[in-house]
């Protein structure tokens, strides 16, 4: 059953192997993908982390096992930004971003919404120092994959599923999917990303030919659970079309 409780046992790694597989399978399977139930509880996971409100254990596990990618941690120091702005001075150390916030405040001259404008700015600057941390991967973990049903499960499942292992050992994984089908000239690919959570980035190919496509995915998108890869068509119109069934694999 997929529940808040559930969906957080699961970010924090605290379901048995069986239990994480049913649970992913359980996501995959569903015919429209639960993104507003799986968002929501992690935005609850993440407020409860910052606010200082997970049990001691809990906050173990978080940082263990949820603060494993840099997408994770630029979305958690986001929240921390705006619990600054939002909390009062008085009930926590004060920062340079409350002395800056109080500055602002006792200026008659200032709109009442100045705290909004500051937190827009913060999370521009934000979004451009994690840009700024991104570089080209030099380094790479080599996978093949065929496409497979969109409906598979882990009962009616025709083949083992490909696994990788953490730490991968290089800076981003070389994925080369087996074309499903011959492209018409002039076209291209686009590939999404995705795990149980829902989608996580969509990324342009990096070279095709007649039996592969090959897409470059960054270490820092892989934690361990369930990923599936699903192709989109370019064409040489540019028209996009999805192509039916999705390529998956694991990372332990």
């Known amino acids: 059953?997929?529940?808040?409780?559930?969906?957080?046992?699961?970010?924090?790694?605290?379901?048995?192997?069986?239990?994480?597989?049913?649970?992913?399978?359980?996501?995959?399977?569903?015919?429209?993908?639960?993104?507003?139930?799986?968002?929501?509880?992690?935005?609850?996971?993440?407020?409860?982390?910052?606010?200082?409100?997970?049990?001691?254990?809990?906050?173990?596990?978080?940082?263990?096992?949820?603060?494993?990618?840099?997408?994770?941690?630029?979305?958690?120091?986001?929240?921390?930004?705006?619990?600054?702005?939002?909390?009062?001075?008085?009930?926590?150390?004060?920062?340079?971003?409350?002395?800056?916030?109080?500055?602002?405040?006792?200026?008659?001259?200032?709109?009442?919404?100045?705290?909004?404008?500051?937190?827009?700015?913060?999370?521009?600057?934000?979004?451009?120092?994690?840009?700024?941390?991104?570089?080209?991967?030099?380094?790479?973990?080599?996978?093949?994959?065929?496409?497979?049903s969109d409906n598979r499960t882990l009962n009616n499942s025709t083949a083992p599923t490909p696994k990788l292992t953490l730490p991968l050992g290089a800076d981003a994984l070389r994925v080369s999917l087996k074309r499903p089908e011959p492209a018409p000239e002039g076209s291209t690919y686009s590939v999404q990303l995705e795990n149980v959570m829902g989608p996580l980035k969509t990324f342009e190919i990096e070279s095709q030919d007649a039996d592969y496509i090959k897409v470059v995915i960054p270490a820092d998108y892989l934690t361990p659970g369930q990923y599936a890869l699903k192709l989109l068509r370019i064409n040489k119109d540019g028209t996009k079309q999805p192509i039916n069934g999705s390529y998956f694999f694991d990372v332990q």
């Open 1 to 148: 059953m997929m529940t808040d409780e559930r969906i957080t046992a699961y970010l924090l790694n605290e379901l048995t192997e069986r239990e994480a597989e049913e649970f992913e399978e359980q996501c995959f399977a569903q015919p429209e993908w639960p993104a507003t139930e799986l968002e929501s509880a992690e935005d609850d996971l993440i407020e409860a982390y910052v606010r200082n409100e997970l049990t001691p254990e809990r906050r173990q596990r978080f940082e263990e096992h949820y603060l494993t990618t840099v997408a994770r941690k630029d979305r958690v120091l986001l929240a921390e930004s705006f619990l600054c702005v939002a909390c009062s001075a008085a009930s926590r150390k004060v920062t340079w971003i409350d002395r800056l916030k109080t500055f602002w405040s006792a200026q008659a001259a200032i709109p009442k919404y100045a705290t909004v404008a500051l937190v827009l700015v913060l999370g521009v600057v934000l979004l451009i120092w994690s840009m700024s941390r991104q570089s080209a991967p030099r380094t790479f973990a080599n996978l093949s994959l065929t496409i497979a």
